[in-house]
Antibody
Framework: QMTLKESGPTLVKPTQTLTLTCTFS??????????VGWIRQPPGKALEWLAL???????RYSPSLKNRLTITKDTSKNQVVLTMTNLDPVDTATYYC???????????WGQGTLVTVSS | QSVLTQPPSVSGAPGQRVTISCTGS?????????VHWYQQLPGTAPTLLIY???NRPSGVPDRFSGSKSGTSASLAITGLQAEDEADYYC???????????FGTGTKVTVL
């Protein structure tokens, strides 16, 4: 059974850096074709893809947020970490991590974690 | 700034058939990239509903079906049920952006 769970702060001040951790089980990020991505959803709004890291270490970022995002993986710990710098209130959202087994979409999602950016 | 456009809402009576369109461009759907669909029930995380344009994961009822043509894709729900009331999102890959894209989302209401 594949599970993912996001963890990190629930409240962040403007201009601060956000670090979110996705801890997963049931699959390995060293398996060919596998990726773990981050997606966010502001309250009442649509899903927005942020970043993805592949089994071979390749990384992809949303062009609109590329300068603020860093995604890394620790295969031995079954974790993927997303860092976002210079937070703004518009970054308030539920942040999800999701498992991409191959080119067939995001098959498994974490429950999400709500991050509020406010002073 | 979603690059995949969906109607904001669709509705239907129980038992009816509804369809949701997902309009892209030549850099995503039209470039041959697969379209996937997600269902998001109120207050929960999205779940995969259709992958690879028209494939259902195990456990998804065959009332849900997907199709793709040109620069667009569609999700059809036949025999609409009360539990289908949710938000639905399409998703693909965009070669110009070198990244993944989601649709604007569609709220399905069962009358």
């Amino acid at each position: 059974q594949m599970t993912l769970k996001e963890s990190g702060p629930t409240l962040v001040k403007p201009t601060q850096t956000l670090t979110l951790t996705c801890t997963f089980s049931g699959f390995s990020l060293s398996t060919s074709g596998v990726g773990v991505g981050w997606i966010r959803q502001p309250p009442g709004k649509a899903l927005e893809w942020l970043a993805l890291i592949y089994w071979d270490g390749d990384k992809r970022y949303s062009p609109s947020l590329k300068n603020r995002l860093t995604i890394t993986k620790d295969t031995s710990k079954n974790q993927v970490v997303l860092t976002m710098t210079n937070l703004d209130p518009v970054d308030t959202a539920t942040y999800y991590c999701a498992h991409r087994p191959d080119a067939s979409g995001f098959h498994y999602w974490g429950q999400g974690t709500l991050v509020t950016v406010s002073s | 700034q979603s690059v995949l456009t969906q109607p904001p809402s669709v509705s239907g009576a129980p038992g009816q058939r509804v369809t949701i369109s997902c309009t892209g461009s030549s850099s995503n759907i039209g470039a041959g990239y697969d379209v996937h669909w997600y269902q998001q029930l109120p207050g929960t995380a999205p779940t995969l509903l259709i992958y690879g344009n028209n494939n259902r994961p195990s456990g998804v009822p065959d009332r849900f079906s997907g199709s793709k043509s040109g620069t667009s894709a569609s999700l059809a729900i036949t025999g609409l049920q009360a539990e289908d009331e949710a938000d639905y999102y399409c998703q693909s890959y965009d070669r110009s952006l070198s990244g993944y894209v989601f649709g604007t989302g569609t709220k399905v209401t069962v009358l």
